[in-house]
Nanobody
Framework: QVQLADSGGGSVQAGGSLRLSCEASGFNYRTACMAWFRQVEGKEREGVATISGDGSTNYANSVKGRFTISKEDTKITLYLQMNNLQPEDTARYYC????????????????????WGQGTQVTVSS
């Protein structure tokens, strides 16, 4: 069974940095699209960044230039380095993965991902 465990959230001041991690097990990373999503209560879950099996990355416009997605294939671990955090980044962040389809993009909708972490809260104060 595929299992994802995300962690690394916390509370920071605007301009600060955090690194989120997602440890995966029972997972074939070479054929998967992996992603970070975020969700604010009362709003839809939105894509933040994705990384494909070959290492290609894609970012939402709102985080481009500030966030970096990466993975460590030998440990099957996904990362999200978040720099220059702003209050509008406050949300619960989730790692996700899917084997379905050939499109790996931050524009891909949450319902098309099959495996999810439990989420980790990021709070950014002014």
């Amino acid at each position: 069974q595929v299992q994802l465990a995300d962690s690394g959230g916390g509370s920071v001041q605007a301009g600060g940095s955090l690194r989120l991690s997602c440890e995966a097990s029972g997972f074939n990373y070479r054929t998967a699209c992996m992603a970070w999503f975020r969700q604010v209560e009362g709003k839809e879950r939105e894509g933040v960044a994705t990384i494909s099996g070959d290492g290609s990355t894609n970012y939402a416009n709102s985080v481009k230039g500030r966030f970096t997605i990466s993975k460590e294939d030998t440990k099957i671990t996904l990362y999200l380095q978040m720099n220059n955090l702003q209050p509008e980044d406050t949300a619960r962040y989730y790692c996700a993965a899917t084997y379905r389809g050939s499109w790996c993009s931050a524009s891909r909708l949450a319902p098309t991902f099959d495996f999810w972490g439990q989420g980790t809260q990021v709070t950014v104060s002014s």
